[in-house]
């Protein structure tokens, strides 16, 4: 579906994933081998999204870890282009499975509010 997918507007993208997800595999499932059905890998789909929306601003932080004992933590990776309301955001939980964070799993982001965040910022009115 990548390869002939062509927005023909932008689409903000939010990706919250565990880096060792058993569920939703963090390099991709082409083949369907674990039953989901086929998926790109979590840097393909960044990337098609970042490339899609024409965005060439980016950023990476590395988020404090304010929970060392949940054994992982937070990358956060952001593009975005001044042209437009248009962002693509990536928190990658680094040790992290196929969890919600801030209830299960990493303690240091609450995916509740990160969703909030984003779309707050992101829908345009």
């Known amino acids: 579906m990548a390869e002939t997918c062509t927005p023909t507007r932008g ?4 990706e919250i ?10 390099e991709g ?6 039953g989901w059905g086929p998926c790109l890998s979590i840097e393909a789909g960044f990337d098609f999204w970042t490339a899609a929306n024409h965005l060439k601003r980016k950023e990476t932080t590395i988020l404090p870890d304010t929970a060392p004992s949940d054994g992982s933590v ?7 282009s001044d042209e ?17 964070p801030g209830a299960r799993g990493n303690m240091d982001i609450h995916a509740s509010q990160t969703a909030w965040a984003f ?3 992101t829908i345009t009115k």
Do not use: M
């Open 84 to 100: 437009s309301n248009t962002e693509v955001w990536l928190y990658r939980v680094v040790g992290g499975g196929h969890d919600w």
């Open 17 to 26: 994933h565990g880096t060792k997800d058993e569920v939703n595999w963090c």
């Open 11 to 14: 689409i903000s993208v939010l």
């Open 119 to 121: 779309f707050s910022r």
């Open 29 to 34: 499932d082409p083949t369907a081998k674990s």
């Open 74 to 80: 937070v990358q956060f990776d952001r593009h975005w």
